[in-house]
């Protein structure tokens, strides 16, 4: 049966119109084959444009839409909804971006930009008429979440989850439960001990009845999507296998460990500031005159990031030493206090006494060993002039570094990190907890360096992240998929090697098949399978070569 | 006299490129009206006989963006788009048609000035090459006949097989764990690249009319010794035989 294609083409106010034709391409849209239908519309996307799509389908039986409008990656969603809500199966249903990619972007060009519009619906339309239906897998939800890592992070995402009346299980590499938090002292901006924070939270996740801690234990093998995880962990007694449905990636950071740098590792002298934690949780700190050094080795070409957390522990370990009548000095690039507290907090240190000195990234300073102490030559571009201090104690404000099994673990789980080695989002601002895998969610400093309460606000939004799918008992996935034909394949297993996700396994009959649920779509295995037996659902090879070849047509 | 305006086809990953050029567009920033986008989930569902289709049918260029390196929403779809590209342009090179017709470029979400640069930069670029020879009615017949091959020959199992390996076979190894270097497997794709490229030449070629070896030779420039080669590669593969013999002289033919 002839496809019936209804094409909706917006205005968006003045933003395509201005620039773009619109009644002439909506004439031009009605002449194209299979098109049945075609009108415009001040805003497709209102709810007096989406009620005339369904209007439309209804009256001129329309059976595939296009809308041709902004972006797909905001509005496919919505215009998907309203076919299904008439009628139309969701994945019959194409867009054409005449907007972010036409009118936008051609304002000076009104003519070529009604060509390139035309030439765009033309493709989408192309395209259309070969969609096919499709059904979204449905499966069920295992009530039971992973989380990695049980750092204060990890805790507080966990309890917040077994809350919720799931089953977690706290998979841990150290013996003890308390991340990074072990370390330290006392936590800014308010002074705190860290114990004090840090032990009634271990009590309540030990006591919990839905929570399991497994310490000196490691991941071992992922398999599985959400809902269905198959998971290895690899216990003092063995390797133990669990099921989830959902994992929370809490795995923290490591503090930089600068061997080398500023004599670090050479001269005892010279310690990091989470070793000045350390010393001064067990109140020996045997030094009257102490020097800071900020971004010691981070925004550095190594290591471009800031490590956010660093200046603003540098300033309260300063007071902390100072309170106990030291001497402070803080040698910095750029002083990132940032916040109600922090700057707060700059301000008290500045009025206690702190020197604060600027280096240049260029010009950083140079440390000799005397036996008297350290001297520290920077110099200073304020004064413009080359400052001279001797120390008893010279502490490095190092950044937080990506865990070292990072990469084993982004592997194993089929999550990406950034340039930078940590873990990352899905998007930085609509998805910023959860990863681009289904069912998989990240928070605290694994993500990037980050202070205690702003980990905790992300472990509070990965547990409900991680929740809603098991509060829902079953998923949808999308139908856009792999499948391979059995009468073609040859068991050769390319697509296997291929295929970032494991998506794909022999069957008993030694051929390649595609697990639904798992399969994310990219079309990787579909573009190598040297038999071409794999068709990708939504981006078969007829409707990208119909929507190129319709791209270089005439109109 | 009016410029020419070359006709761009895009290939555009959904979540850096695409969005890149999304991007773009929010902020506004003019770029040539050239190129026609196509989305694809991943730069890595981009075969390299899906662009050679498309100089076939007379796209003046070509170009393929994905995730920058390392950042591929897929984990390493991205890789998979390198090593195909590179086949795609040994492919392209037998064709006769310029390198400067393809493109791949990696694009992330948040480089919107970019993606704007690479577009108007390929637009001059192919501008500068000139409209493709391929375009009807009158196209370069010997080049059209090499993009067929180099086409059916991209399409064909013995590329996809090895481009498929490559990945594996560099890094992990095969079965027994044996390593190939890079250096080596390039190597073979070269030798690969050329046969198969060259036998499918024969093939259409034979698919139009029978012909001698001799008549082919000439015609494509090659030592019959070697034509004969690729006819007995064809015979072995069942796609030619010999049709007729006019003067103790075998004419072969498409089967
Ligand atoms: S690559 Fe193709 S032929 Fe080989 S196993 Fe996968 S589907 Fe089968
Ligand atoms: S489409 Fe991508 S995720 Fe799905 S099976 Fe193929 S390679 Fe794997």
């Not at chain 1, 981070?298 to 100072?322: D, F, G, H």
């Not at chain 2, 050239?34 to 989930?41: G, P």
């Amino acid at each position: 049966m002839a496809p019936r294609i209804g094409v909706f083409i917006c205005r968006c106010g003045i933003n395509i119109a201005a620039y773009v034709d619109v009644p002439k391409v909506v004439e031009y849209a009605k002449t194209l084959p299979g098109v049945a239908y075609a009108e415009e519309n001040m805003y497709t996307c209102s709810s007096d444009g989406l009620n005339k799509i369904k209007e439309a389908i209804k009256k001129h039986n329309l059976d595939r839409v296009v809308v041709a409008s902004c972006t797909p990656r905001t509005h496919e969603p919505l215009f998907q909804a309203t076919c299904e809500e008439a009628g139309v199966n969701k994945y019959l249903f194409e867009m054409a971006n005449i907007r972010d990619q036409c009118s936008w972007v051609h304002m000076r060009e009104p003519e070529k930009a009604t060509k390139k519009a035309k030439d765009l619906i033309r493709m989408a339309v192309a395209k259309a008429a070969l969609l096919e239906p499709d059904d979204e897998p449905e499966i069920d939800v295992i009530p039971s979440t992973l989380v990695i890592g049980g750092g204060v992070s990890g805790m507080r995402a966990a309890l917040s989850v077994a809350d919720q009346g799931f089953d977690v299980t706290i998979v841990e590499k150290e013996p003890a439960l308390g991340g990074k938090l072990r370390g330290f002292d006392s936590l800014f901006p308010h002074k705190q001990k860290a114990s004090e924070v840090l032990e009634p939270l271990i009590e309540k996740v030990t006591t919990h009845p839905r929570i399991r801690v497994l310490t000196e234990s490691r991941l071992k093998s992922v398999y599985g999507f959400i809902g269905n995880f198959d998971i290895g962990v690899e216990t003092g007694k063995g390797v133990e296998t669990l099921k989830v449905g959902t994992i929370i990636v809490a795995v923290g950071a490591e503090v930089l460990k600068p061997r080398g740098l500023y004599l670090y590792g050479e001269d005892p002298r010279v310690v990091t500031q989470s070793e000045l934690e350390q010393l001064l949780h067990t109140g020996s700190v045997n030094a009257e005159k102490i020097v800071m050094i900020q971004c010691s080795g981070s925004r550095s070409a190594e290591r471009p990031y800031c490590s956010r957390i660093c200046c603003n522990e540098a300033v309260k370990n300063a007071l902390n030493v100072t309170e106990k009548g030291k001497e402070v000095y803080i040698l910095y690039r750029d002083l990132q206090t940032y916040g109600i507290h922090y700057s707060r907090l700059e301000q008290e240190a500045k009025r206690k006494g702190i020197r604060f000195l600027k280096y240049q990234a260029d010009k950083p300073p140079t440390i000799t060993a005397e036996p008297n102490g350290l001297k520290v030559s920077v110099y200073s571009p304020t004064v413009n002039e080359t400052v001279e201090v001797t120390a008893n104690m010279l502490v490095l404000s190092t950044p937080l570094v990506p865990v070292s099994d990072a990469k084993e673990l982004s592997q194993m789980l089929k999550v990406p990190l950034d340039s930078n080695g940590f873990f990352m989002e899905a998007h930085v601002k609509l998805r910023p907890i959860d990863f681009a895998t289904d069912g998989i969610f990240v928070c605290g400093t694994a993500h990037s360096p980050k202070d205690i309460g702003e980990s905790v606000a992300q472990a509070l939004g990965v547990a409900s992240r991680a929740s809603i799918p098991m509060a829902k008992k079953r998923v949808r996935t999308a139908a856009i998929m792999s499948q391979v034909d059995q009468t073609r394949c040859s068991g050769c297993g390319t697509c296997i090697d291929v295929c970032p996700y494991n998506a794909l396994r022999k069957n008993e009959k030694g051929l390649a098949e595609t697990i639904a649920a798992v399969c994310k779509g990219c079309g990787v295995c579909g573009a190598t399978c040297p038999e071409k037996a794999i068709t990708m659902h939504h981006f078969t090879d007829e409707q990208i070569q119909a929507q190129g070849l319709a791209a270089l047509e005439e109109d | 006299m009016s410029t020419f305006e070359p006709n761009i086809v895009g290939f555009l990953c959904n979540w850096c490129s695409y969005a890149g050029a999304d991007l773009a567009g929010v902020s506004r920033i003019q770029y040539p009206t050239n190129m026609r986008v196509i989305k694809v989930m991943c730069s890595g569902r981009v075969e390299p006989g899906m662009v050679l289709e498309l100089l076939e049918a007379g796209a003046d260029g070509v170009m393929v963006t994905g995730c920058h390196i390392g950042d591929c929403h897929y984990i390493s779809g991205n890789l998979h788009t390198k090593r195909k590209f590179a086949l795609l342009q040994r492919l392209l090179a037998k064709t006769g048609l310029e390198p400067q017709r393809i493109r791949l470029e990696w694009n992330s979400a948040a480089e919107g000035q970019r993606f704007a640069n690479l577009v108007k930069e390929f637009t001059e670029q192919v501008r500068a090459v000139g409209p493709t020879p391929l375009k009807a009615p009158t196209p370069d017949a010997a080049k059209l006949l090499n993009t067929r091959a180099a086409l059916a020959a991209a399409d064909g199992f013995r590329l996809r097989a090895l481009v498929g390996k490559e990945e594996k076979l560099v890094t992990e190894g095969n079965v027994y764990g044996d390593k190939v270097a890079q250096d080596e497997f390039t190597e073979a794709m070269d030798e690969a690249v050329e046969t198969e490229f060259q036998v499918h030449r024969i093939h259409i070629m034979l698919q139009e009319r029978p012909r001698s070896v001799k008549d082919m030779a000439k015609q494509l420039g090659l030592q019959p010794k070697a034509v004969l080669g690729y006819v007995v590669a064809l015979r072995q593969r069942g796609w030619v035989d010999v049709k007729e013999a006019v003067e103790g002289t075998p004419l072969y033919a498409a089967q």
